[in-house]
DNA sequence: TTTTGAGTTGTTCGA
DNA sequence: GTCGAACAACTCAAA
């Protein structure tokens, strides 16, 4: 008799609920990873997030075989492979951390059930979330649709279970059932666009723990002021570990309560509460995704539907290309291009000039940030677009429509972020880097500048893209 | 049922 | 240069 553990979103070894409780119950464990993007429908993995995966697959299979076990490799549809795996190891178990995404959710529901039907004994467990999304109601047992109150809720109902420590040993079975090689999975696309995100990232569990001890013992002091600098280092970078389940936001949340409680100074605490205020954004954003789910794809404010969004394919791609001639602007879809990540207030800019400046419908950004992101989550991205068109809930209003020349200046003054990302443009003076199309003639010329030559002019004059876009918000309110 | 207070991240204009 | 108001109601959640 043996269990499967069936690995998704929650490729560590720490805190895991359903492989601990598999070792708990004392039977050989059997830890098997399924590549099926048939059945996740539409937002499946993107590429970003492929290149990911394979990284955190290989150091997940290391670490099960440093504590004696081993990872199964298989692909192709999850309930086939399940079967066969309970046929080939004589398993009466099968355990895994629920997801919550609507596709996954009715395909895992779909296979919990079958499962039951044959005797096997089917569990999941919440792996990835502090509160999850049904435990969570208004006193009139509705979802929550604003932040604090859902927020202050979530505070109300007590602390998170603290985590579960990684197994030290876990039980092989006699024999092991066939993995196939990674290599199968065809995760590494044949364009070597992603070099850049070697350098920038440690995939992995132990990545993962670097990067919140480096957060923690670091950054986090400057975090209120310093998460909005672009150029600096003031976030945790947690993101694409995190939606990988390389570590939980148990072990997150715990792991800050003890260093506050040995830190014991009043900045650090309100610097550290700040960075757990945006924990619980994430599980917001989950709460709307399983409560809402045809959010993914649908406006959550109804009256959007009817939105007239260009449909504008040049202007689209020169937002992707990072051509914008808007060098904020610009400098962030280039970061994303070759990190496969973008900073937070940066990815606020990017989609408001999207929206706002070229009327291009927010999907379209969704979909370009789901391909490239190497955090794309399907909660986050859905929420962060939808707060930026105003469609969503708790949305931005929307006459907050961000102008890239004033955003730039308060948050990149002296345009190290830029610069670092548009080497072309580096020579041009502080004063002029975030609107190089109004320096002078010679300005420009000392710089080595030509517009429209090595760099775009705007794409659009924000001045006017702004009052057409009041004009558009305000007919649908009409 | 009605009332009340509040709501992540902005910009522009005019005094 | 700085500061407060206007932008525009609307919806949510709790009392």
């Not at 998704?8 to 004392?26: H, Q």
């Not at 995704?289 to 009817?306: C, S, V």
């Not at 999207?354 to 999907?363: H, M, Q, S």
Request: with cysteine; glycine share 6%; net charge positive.
């Amino acid at each position: 008799m043996s269990c499967l553990v069936w690995l998704r979103l929650d490729l560590r070894l720490g805190d895991n609920p359903a492989l601990f409780e598999a070792i708990k119950a004392g039977d050989p464990v059997i830890p098997v990873y399924i590549h099926d993007p048939e059945s996740e429908g539409k937002w499946r993995h993107g590429s970003a997030s492929h290149w990911w995966l394979q990284q955190s697959l290989e150091k997940l299979s290391k670490s099960l075989e440093s504590v004696g076990s081993k990872l199964i490799l298989r692909r192709g549809d999850s309930q086939r492979e399940l079967n066969k795996l309970i046929q080939e190891t004589r398993a009466e178990k099968v355990f895994w951390n629920r997801r919550y995404e609507p596709e996954v959710v009715a395909r895992d529901k779909k296979i919990k059930d079958a499962l039951k039907v044959a005797g096997i004994d089917a569990q999941s467990f919440n792996g990835s979330l502090l509160t999850e999304p049904w435990t969570i109601q208004t006193g009139g047992k509705t979802p929550f649709k604003v932040f604090t109150p859902y927020w202050n809720k979530c505070v109300a109902t007590g602390d998170p279970d603290a985590p579960i420590s990684a197994p030290k040993k876990i039980l092989a079975p006699s024999a092991w059932p066939k993995s196939c090689a990674l290599k199968e999975f065809a995760l590494i696309p044949s364009i070597k666009w992603y070099d850049g995100f070697t350098r920038e990232w440690r995939p992995g569990e132990s990545g993962a723990q670097e990067e919140l001890d480096l957060f923690l013992n670091k950054n986090v002091i400057q975090y209120l002021s310093g998460r909005d600098i672009p150029s600096i280092r003031a976030t945790s970078r947690l993101s694409p570990h995190l939606h990988f389940g390389e570590i939980s936001p148990r072990q997150i949340w715990h792991a800050v309560q003890k260093k506050s409680a040995k830190t014991k100074t009043v900045g650090w605490i309100k610097q550290s509460e700040g960075f757990v205020r945006q924990l619980y954004w994430r599980e917001f954003a989950y709460h709307l995704l399983y409560h809402f789910p045809q959010t993914t794809d649908h406006p959550l404010r109804k009256e959007f539907e009817k939105f007239e969004w260009k449909k504008d394919i040049k202007s689209l791609k020169a937002w992707q290309q990072g051509k914008t001639g808007y060098p904020i602007v610009d400098a962030g879809m280039r970061e994303l291009w070759h990190t496969g990540w973008m900073h937070n207030r940066v990815r606020m800019i990017v989609a408001s000039f999207l929206i706002k400046d070229l009327v291009i419908d927010w999907k379209e950004g969704a979909r370009w940030f789901w391909d490239t992101l190497v955090d794309a989550d399907l909660a986050n991205n859905t929420l962060g677009w939808q707060w930026v068109a105003g469609c969503g809930a708790d949305a931005a209003p929307y006459f907050r429509i961000f102008n890239p020349f004033t955003q730039g200046e308060k948050f990149d003054g002296e345009g190290a972020y830029v610069r670092r990302w548009i080497p072309e443009i580096a020579n041009v003076p502080n004063k002029w880097i975030h609107r190089p199309w109004e320096a002078p003639a010679e300005v420009l010329k000392t710089a080595g500048i030509e517009l429209g030559k090595n760099y775009p002019r705007p794409l659009v004059d924000h001045a006017h893209a702004r009052k057409l876009a009041l004009v558009l918000y305000a007919r649908l309110k009409a």
